[in-house]
């Protein structure tokens, strides 16, 4: 077994651990009894019998440069009960009705739907989507676009299959329906905005990206999801020219990422991604790869997999605590700190890579009862 130490030592050399694969976990997402090892999130909420009566004291469980987005806390609560979709003309009850007020809103889910939506769902500012307690898939058409607002939380939806959008009238505000062009087919995409928050969602097989973060978005944490079946997971810029990307700070911790994986765990370009206590069950090219110098900080991750990251002069990538499994290595690169900064309220501890099967083993949607810890 390599030590801490050694890894500490490969700056600018590839170097590469040969590990016995020694750990067994659990590869099942849905899972709900509350575990002894509960990450630093969940053990803001879980454990609390009475989460279903007090829904908005989630907003005050995120952590890492994401944990400011408040959502619809001091909104009111709106129940989704129709599962049908009209981009152009929501009625009261779905989805999309929700989404687009221009007040904020805690949105909850009345039974387990399927939502298919017939475009691009764009979301206002100030609003979540609260999945605890039914089953709630968005899939087999257009799924989620947040362009150019802030304070988005999505908690404990499935998403998948995602197909791209068409051009076309899409509501967007009460005021507002604007001329789409089509989207590409992301689970999440994440434009221009900021203070978002994604957590305990599953993301599976879609035309493109399963979360986007792109065009200037910062301030975002991607917690306790579970990903699956597809390609290019993550992408964290869109373009190695466009500049502005580098404002984005991005937190990607508690994920589990699955199997049928093949790269972008995330990819980076120009920002700041730290990327810690993340299960990697598997993956095909890469799991962490990245263009135009961006930074990004592995931390207390756990790789299962025998891969190659990409290396390129000039980043700064450090890898601190993991645990590589199975063949699994990281090459680092670049001088000067890597550390995220945090503020006191943003900032968490992060674990040795050994604890994080324990602590991700929940990692997707939660299937929670009122009236009992999750
Ligand atoms: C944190 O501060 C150090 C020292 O000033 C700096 O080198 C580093 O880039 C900062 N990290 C981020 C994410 O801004």
Known sequence: MASKSSLLLAFTLLTCFTLTLQDSYSTQPYTNTPKKAMNTIDSCWRRKANWAANRRALADCAVGYGKDAIGGKFGAYYVVTNPSDDPINPKPGTLRYGIIQANPLWIT?????????????????????????????????????????????????????????????????????????????????????????????????????????????????????????????????????????????????????????VQRMPRVRLGYAHVANNMYEAWQLYAIGGS???????????????????????????????????????????????SPNYSKSQSFTVVDGSMVPAITSDAGPLFCNVNKPC
């Open 292 to 338: 135009s110098n961006p930074t990004i900080y592995s931390q207390g991750n756990y790789f299962n997999a025998p891969n190659y990251l990409e290396h390129k002069q000039n980043w700064k990538w450090r890898s601190s605590m993991d645990r590589f499994m199975n063949g699994a290595y990281f090459v680092q690169s670049g001088y000067g700190s890597c």
């Open 109 to 261: 889910f009345a039974k387990n739907m399927v939502i298919t939506l017939k475009n691009e769902l764009i979301m206002n500012s100030y609003k979540t989507i609260d999945g605890r307690g039914a089953k709630v898939e968005i899939a087999y058409g257009p799924c989620i676009t947040i362009q150019g607002v802030s304070h988005v939380i999505i908690h404990g939806i499935s998403i998948h299959d995602c197909k791209p959008g068409k051009s076309g009238l899409v509501i967007s505000t009460p005021l507002h329906v604007g001329h789409r062009l089509g989207c590409d087919g992301d689970g999440i995409s994440i434009f221009a905005s900021s203070n978002v928050w994604i957590d305990h969602c599953s993301l599976s097989r879609s035309s493109d990206g399963l979360i986007d973060v792109i065009h200037a978005s910062t301030a975002v944490t991607i917690s306790n999801n579970h990903f699956s079946q597809h390609d290019k997971v993550m992408l964290l810029g869109h373009d190695d020219k466009f500049s502005a990307d580098k404002i984005m700070k991005v937190t990607i911790i508690y994920n589990h990422f699955g199997p049928g994986l």
